[in-house]
Structure formats: C-alpha cells, structure tokens
C-alpha cells in the first residue's frame, strides 16, 4: 500500500492518504526549541528536553493526540471539520487532504465543501518559538463566513512526566489568562519572579491577522463532555471565554473570516514559552503575518536546502538519490540535534547525550557541515574523563572540568548509568580521521580541549589517552574487554569478558592514529608504538576470534566462548564481520569468508540479521538480549544501525552489487509502495526491523533517532559513492550495482563545488581505470587541495 510519494524538487514527502499504519512525523526547530509534528497534527513541543521542557502534552503510544489543531466551522449550518484529517475525522470522499512534510517545515493542506485551507507549522530559524500559519481560501461561488478555532494543550508543568503521574501537585500550580490576543499560562504565580514580575515559566498561544472573537484557557470547557473530534466550543461555534484556576489549561482561540468568492485570508497562531510582554512583542511583528510568515519560511528553507547542497547525485536509483540528497541527510541532522531525546517513542527521559550515539551521529553530517561536526566533535571530547573514557551520558548541561564520573555515586544516581562501556571513546577515533579528511584541518590535532573531570590536552592527547584506556581494560587473552555494554547494549562481558567488535575498532583507532600522526617527528617513537600495538593486537584476533568462516563476538567473563558455529544459539554475528572488514583487520580470503557466511546466513529479504540463530535457552548470563522476542531488537533482529556497516563493509571490499542488494533491502524508501510492511515513514530509517520469527517479519520500529541515520548514511557516501576522503585530499572509488552506466555527483569539497561523473560503460561493480581533471589525466588517485579548483570537472572512469 501506498500513502504519499516523495517529491525531491522541493525536497518533501507527501502523504496523500492520512491513514498510515502509524503516524508519520516530522521534526520542527532547534536544540533551543523542539517540535514534533505529524500528517494528523499530533505531536508536541519542548524547550530544550522533551522531559524536562515539556510545553506541550502528548499521549504516547495512543491515538496521535493532541496535537496542533486548527478547526474550521461554516457558520451558516455548524458544519465543522479540522483542517488536518484528524481529530475530525471527515468521511474522505468529501475531504481531501495533502501533507508536506519538509526540511523542518510541515504543511497541511485540505479541501471541503469548497473551503481550501492550508496550515504551515514552522518554528523560524534561531529562534524559539513556533508558528502555524493558516490561510483559508474561498474557492465558492457565494460570500462564506468560516469559524477558526486554534487548539493547543499546555501541559501543567514542564516535566513531562508530573504532568502525567503528579496531578494532585501540578493541577493546583498553573492558570491561564486572557490578553486581547493570546493566552497566557501562568506556572507557580507567586514564585521566584524577577522585575517584570514573572518567573520565566510562562507559556502563550496567541493568534494574530484577525481579532479573536471568543476564548477559553480551559481544556474542559473547550471539549466539553466530547474528545477532539468534538469539541463542545467548536460545536457551540464560539468558546465561553473561560480560563483555567486549578485542572488542566490550554490554548484555545476562535476568530470568524468572512470570505468573498475567491478571496484567501491568512491568520497565524504562534506559541511558545515567554512571558507577557515578549509574547505581546512577538505578536505584533506577526500583525501581518502573509509577508513575516513566507520570509522566515524562505530564511528556513535556504538554511536546510544549503546545507543539503553540499552533496547532490543522481544515479538510476530514486531511492538512492532521495535518500543522500534529502531524506537520510535531514534524518542525520535530527539525530545529531536531538539525540535519542525526543520522539513518538522516547518521551525525553534519556535527559543527555549518549556518548557512543553522539559521537556516531557527527559522522552522518560531517560531509554536508564539517564546522556544525567540529564543534559537536570538541564537545563530546570534553566529555572524556582524564583517564581516556568517555561518560557514557554527556549530560545536556554538560560543565567540561567538572563533571562527576561513574566513580562517583552522585553520577550514578544523576544518570543511571554505572559503569563506563568498552566502545564509546573509540568511536572518536573514525569520527575525528573523517572531519579531517573532509576539512584537511590537521590542525585540529593540536587544539586544547578540557576533560570532563579534570585536566586538558590536545586532541592528539586525549585520542592517546583513550587507546590508554583500553590498554588498561584487557581481558583474559589480552584483547579489549567488553565492560558494561560494546556497542551491543545487551552485551555484558565485565572486565575479563572479551569483546571482538571493540577488538576491531581498538586496531582501526591505533592504525587512524598512527596516519594522522604521520610527519610528525615528535611523535615518531609513539607512532611505532602504534604499530607494534596494532600489529600485536591484530595477531591476538587471530588467534583467539578466527573460527574457519567466521569471527567470533567474544568471551565471556567466564571465558567461554560466544559466536562459535559450534553453538546451539547465537552461533553467528553480524558486526564483527563487517567490522573485521571496515578496520582493515581481516586478510583479503577472512573478508570474503565471513561476509559470505553472513549473507548465507544471516540475510533475509528486509535485512540482515544481527545473530542466529536467536536467545531462547542457551544464553550466559552477560546475553541481556535474552528479554527480548525473538529476533527483535538486539535479539536477532535487523538492527538498522549494523546494516549501515555491512553496506560499507561489502562496498570496501568492491562488491558493488552486494553492497547496493543491503542498501535496498532496509531502506525505507523502497517500502514506499508497500509501506505496509515496515508501518513507520518511508522517508526515515527506524532502529530495527523484525526478523523471520515474529508474525510480521519486515515490520520497523523506533523511528527517526536512531544511529542507522549515520552509518547507512556513510555506507551510501563512502560505500557506495565511494566518496573516501583522506587527511591528503580526496579519494573516489565507487562500488556500485555493475549494471549502472555511471552517475554523478555535485560536492562540496574543503571549500570548491567539484562536478564528479562517474563513467561506467565497462559495467564494473568497482575500480577506478582513470581519474580525469577537466578531461586531463590526474597523476594520482588522491585529489589533493593543489589540483583542485572550484567548478572543476572530475570524470572517475570505472
Ligand atoms: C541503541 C542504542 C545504541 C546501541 C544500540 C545497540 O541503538 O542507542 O547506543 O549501540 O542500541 O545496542
């Protein structure tokens, strides 16, 4: 089944049909101000933590609602609807509706008994604050008086979660008030008020571009006995200009637009957390809000469009393409914005930065905004503690110098986290080679940055003292132990339970390292430290993870071992195969060998498998997965994130046309036609799919937030595009389905737009024959920043 298309000149996914298995969301705002938003206008807002900033409420994992809504009444007969499908809900033979979900923007347009309506939501770049703008057009032959009511629910307070469980406190602390053209939610009246006599919790929904003629600041005098789909003020066809003193507020604010045939009238609602008189400042400059709408939306559009430029191709796939150029790139910058903090389905608690999660998700956009990258990047570097791990929450408030660890109860309680985790300070390893290889700003090696304890270094210092950390946490054959989680959060080895996935990615930071230390004199004697290190891990993979087709995931803490064919269950797992490839770990016959066996085993038409066969009866104790279904989750279901690897994996090793079959097979916009299968929106990926074992295999979850947004991102751009940066320059070497003629690709690189065609008449699946400047040969394979110049033609021939 099909609900909507993607349509890439304006870069939108547009649902035709509202009806989707589940809501299909869109993100609005800014780190300062957040706002979910779906097709039927469900979703919320916060200020900076979706827990703990809470302005709007929202019924998880129920029936979408509330949301932003906009009702519209014919003042003739008392006919109503929504201007969204929902909470009306209008028989769809009569009502016509289209949502277009955009680069931050979301717009609902519908179509009833002649009354056209559109409903932009937006929040205007760097601000915080949020705008839903509403024009009604006439689209009659006779003059048409049209009611519109705006309808917004305030939670009580901002924590989310008093809201919900604490009535018998947060009922009794807030009122609404009334003011010509909003309402004002008053939280603690009488508390902690500076000057103006307000304390900074004061929330507003106000309308401007037409007088309001009723109003209620009340919930239950807005619904009534009915829920939204009815509500009593919009039935009565004027609200009862009540406010709300003790229960639940909200906005609501009717005005009536009189319509001669033919004629638009636009009206905005604006929202948002202030007090009086900036809430009556930011309304005025609305006052006409056709001309301040479509210039903030324009301001918006250009800040997304132009980061989104930064990398444009077009290759004969339409999944492909929309995924780079639109879909997949928004969906990083989501990531790497919110974290795992605010969706459908993480209500706002994880009240942080994870530090394996944010330090992958820089990677997903540091090739469309290296500085955006960098500053991430030397955040999550003050982060690290002086000992070289990282705190495996980096709190929104994050104090670098001094922050409490996981060795100190305080952190424990605050966070809920512990014990440090094996990978988190390794992912810094690729993250920090691929901004330098992207920028050639070598340079940053040598900035000072705070840890999160105590202390500073260079970035080079803190990259050391995490290869330290390691160092100093190996397990019963000297290779990394796996601590409180890998990257596997169900994983527990503890500290002499071994870890092969961070084996890899140990091996990969020394030999990263290593490079980028290359030339430089002072760090000559680390730099064969490196090696030998390396060299000596590398041997130890050997001996202990290789098992004839496969790598083995581990040991236990009791040394047994995990991921050996010879086991009832979990005999086989998927990312230290891929991860044997992507460090360069495994020789040329181990590579092909283990990504073999994980595509005879391991694949299943809607991806890969992480494990099987799945948990059920012989797990160890450290095997947490166990909780879950079968293959669900880490349980041996397609965890979106390790696909992303294996995509990788395959293209590194040239195999174009394996690497393409793994981007399809998980990729959300080639569900479009049968969305179906995978319920969640086909423009973004979901954590993970189910696999064979459950009653519907296919189905995704977990939307939006996830790490998939980066690692398939760089599967696609480095993988497959074969984009490869290195500290030198530039390196293209595709490994894409033999049967293409080629593609192209536009690319921003360390500050010039290079044209890049990619020529595949032979009909390789990978190898580049030759590069050509402007049609002249280039003398190496690595365009380096002196060959290139700005508009220049690059032709890669395949
Ligand atoms: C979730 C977590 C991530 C972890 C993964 C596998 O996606 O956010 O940190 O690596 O699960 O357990």
């Given at each position: 089944m099909q609900f909507g298309y993607f349509d890439d000149l304006r870069r939108e996914y547009v649902i035709t049909d509202p009806r989707t298995p589940m809501p299909w969301a869109n993100y609005l705002g800014s780190p300062a101000y957040g706002a979910i938003v779906t097709q039927n206008a469900g979703g919320y807002s916060f200020v900076k933590s979706g827990a703990a900033g809470r302005i709007l409420r929202y019924t998880f994992n129920q029936f979408d609602e509330p949301g932003r809504y906009v009702y519209l009444r014919d003042e003739a007969d008392g006919d109503f609807w929504s201007a969204s499908w929902r909470p009306v809900e209008k028989d769809l033979k009569d009502f016509h509706t289209v949502t277009r979900h955009g680069t931050a923007y979301t717009s609902i347009q519908a179509d009833y008994r002649d009354i056209h309506s559109e409903v932009l939501y937006y929040v205007?770049?760097?601000?915080?604050?949020?705008?839903?703008?509403?024009?009604?057009?006439?689209?009659?032959?006779?003059?048409?008086?049209?009611?519109?009511?705006?309808?917004?629910?305030?939670?009580?307070?901002?924590?989310?979660?008093?809201?919900?469980?604490?009535?018998?406190?947060?009922?009794?602390?807030?009122?609404?008030?009334?003011?010509?053209?909003?309402?004002?939610?008053?939280?603690?009246?009488?508390?902690?008020?500076?000057?103006?006599?307000?304390?900074?919790?004061?929330?507003?929904?106000?309308?401007?571009?037409?007088?309001?003629?009723?109003?209620?600041?009340?919930?239950?005098?807005?619904?009534?006995?009915?829920?939204?789909?009815?509500?009593?003020?919009?039935?009565?066809?004027?609200?009862?200009?009540?406010?709300?003193?003790?229960?639940?507020?909200?906005?609501?604010?009717?005005?009536?637009?009189?319509?001669?045939?033919?004629?638009?009238?636009?009206?905005?609602?604006?929202?948002?957390?202030?007090?009086?008189?900036?809430?009556?400042?930011?309304?005025?400059?609305?006052?006409?809000?056709?001309?301040?709408?479509?210039?903030?939306?324009?301001?918006?559009?250009?800040?997304?469009?132009?980061?989104?430029?930064?990398?444009?191709?077009?290759?004969?796939?339409?999944?492909?393409?929309?995924?780079?150029?639109?879909?997949?790139?928004?969906?990083?910058?989501?990531?790497?914005?919110?974290?795992?903090?605010?969706?459908?389905?993480?209500?706002?608690?994880?009240?942080?930065?994870?530090?394996?999660?944010?330090?992958?998700?820089?990677?997903?956009?540091?090739?469309?905004?290296?500085?955006m990258a960098k500053e991430r990047l030397c955040f999550m570097l003050s982060a690290q503690v002086h000992h070289g791990a990282g705190l495996p929450l980096v709190k929104f408030d994050h104090n670098p110098g001094h922050e409490d660890t996981p060795e100190q109860d305080s952190y424990v309680r605050s966070t809920g986290h512990p014990a440090y985790r094996a990978d988190d300070a390794m992912w810094l390893f690729p993250t920090v080679y691929k901004y330098i290889a992207e920028t050639g700003d070598l340079a940053f090696l040598d900035e000072v940055i705070p840890f999160a304890d105590y202390d500073e270094g260079t970035v080079i210092e803190h990259l050391k003292r995490s290869i330290d950390f390691t160092m100093h946490h190996l397990g019963f054959h000297g290779l990394p132990a796996g601590l409180h989680a890998d990257w596997n959060d169900c994983l527990v080895l503890g500290a002499s339970g071994e870890s092969s996935f961070v084996a890899f990615q140990f091996y990969m930071a020394m030999r990263?390292?290593?490079?980028?230390?290359?030339?430089?004199?002072?760090?000559?004697?680390?730099?064969?430290?490196?090696?030998?290190?390396?060299?000596?891990?590398?041997?130890?993979?050997?001996?202990?993870?290789?098992?004839?087709?496969?790598f083995l995931r581990g040991y236990t803490q009791e040394g047994a071992v995990i991921g050996s064919k010879h086991d009832p269950e979990a005999a086989m797992w998927l990312n230290p195969?891929?991860?044997?490839?992507?460090?360069?770990?495994?020789?040329?016959?181990?590579?092909?060998?283990?990504?073999?066996?994980?595509?005879?085993?391991?694949?299943?038409?809607?991806?890969?498998?992480?494990?099987?066969?799945?948990?059920?009866?012989?797990?160890?104790?450290?095997?947490?997965?166990r909780l879950f279904n079968p293959t669900t989750k880490e349980n041996g279901g397609i965890f979106c994130q390790s696909q992303g690897w294996a995509i990788l994996a395959e293209a590194l090793l040239g195999h174009g046309n394996r690497a393409f079959q793994y981007f399809k097979e998980s990729c959300p916009a080639a569900y479009n036609e049968r969305a179906e299968i995978r319920e969640v929106e086909p423009y973004v990926h979901s954590q993970f799919i189910e696999g064979h074992e459950t009653p519907q295999p296919g189905r995704a979850h977990v939307h939006w937030l996830t790490g998939t947004a980066s690692t398939v991102m760089?599967?696609?751009?480095?993988?497959?595009?074969?984009?490869?940066?290195?500290?030198?320059?530039?390196?293209?070497?595709?490994?894409?389905?033999?049967?293409?003629?080629?593609?192209?690709?536009?690319?921003?690189?360390?500050?010039?737009?290079?044209?890049?065609?990619?020529?595949?008449?032979?009909?390789?699946?990978?190898?580049?024959?030759?590069?050509?400047?402007?049609?002249k040969a280039a003398d190496s394979m690595i365009l380096t920043d002196d060959m290139l110049s700005d508009g220049d033609q690059i032709t890669i021939v395949m």
């Open positions: 205007p770049l760097n601000t915080d604050h949020e705008v839903w703008c509403v024009r009604v057009t006439n689209q009659g032959r006779t003059e048409r008086k049209i009611g519109v009511f705006g309808y917004c629910e305030f939670t009580t307070e901002s924590f989310y979660t008093q809201d919900l469980v604490n009535m018998q406190y947060t009922q009794f602390i807030t009122v609404t008030e009334f003011h010509k053209d909003h309402i004002l939610q008053r939280i603690n009246q009488f508390c902690d008020l500076n000057a103006d006599g307000e304390n900074g919790r004061e929330r507003f929904f106000g309308m401007t571009g037409n007088p309001v003629v009723s109003y209620t600041g009340r919930r239950e005098r807005f619904l009534g006995v009915h829920r939204f789909h009815e509500p009593q003020g919009v039935l009565d066809g004027k609200l009862d200009n009540t406010v709300n003193f003790n229960g639940n507020p909200c906005g609501a604010l009717h005005t009536v637009l009189t319509l001669a045939p033919g004629e638009s009238r636009t009206i905005a609602f604006v929202l948002g957390q202030k007090g009086e008189k900036a809430a009556e400042a930011l309304l005025a400059r609305y006052a006409d809000p056709e001309a301040v709408v479509s210039a903030e939306w324009k301001t918006l559009c250009d800040y997304w469009h132009g980061k989104l430029d930064h990398l444009h191709i077009e290759t004969p796939d339409h999944d492909l393409n929309t995924m780079v150029n639109t879909w997949n790139a928004f969906q990083c910058f989501t990531t790497f914005v919110w974290s795992r903090a605010a969706s459908l389905i993480y209500a706002g608690e994880r009240n942080g930065y994870g530090y394996r999660d944010t330090v992958q998700d820089i990677q997903g956009i540091i090739h469309l905004d290296p500085q990263q390292l290593e490079e980028l230390l290359e030339g430089r004199e002072e760090y000559a004697e680390y730099r064969s430290w490196l090696k030998e290190s390396a060299a000596d891990i590398l041997r130890k993979i050997n001996e202990f993870f290789w098992e004839d087709d496969r195969q891929s991860w044997s490839v992507i460090s360069g770990g495994a020789t040329r016959d181990q590579a092909e060998k283990s990504m073999q066996s994980v595509y005879d085993i391991l694949n299943t038409p809607n991806g890969i498998e992480l494990l099987a066969p799945t948990y059920k009866k012989h797990y160890f104790e450290g095997a947490r997965m760089v599967g696609m751009v480095e993988g497959i595009l074969g984009l490869r940066p290195t500290p030198n320059g530039l390196r293209i070497s595709p490994s894409i389905p033999a049967e293409w003629d080629g593609f192209t690709m536009d690319k921003y690189f360390r500050g010039k737009n290079l044209h890049i065609t990619v020529d595949n008449k032979a009909h390789h699946e990978s190898g580049v024959q030759s590069v050509l400047i402007n049609g």
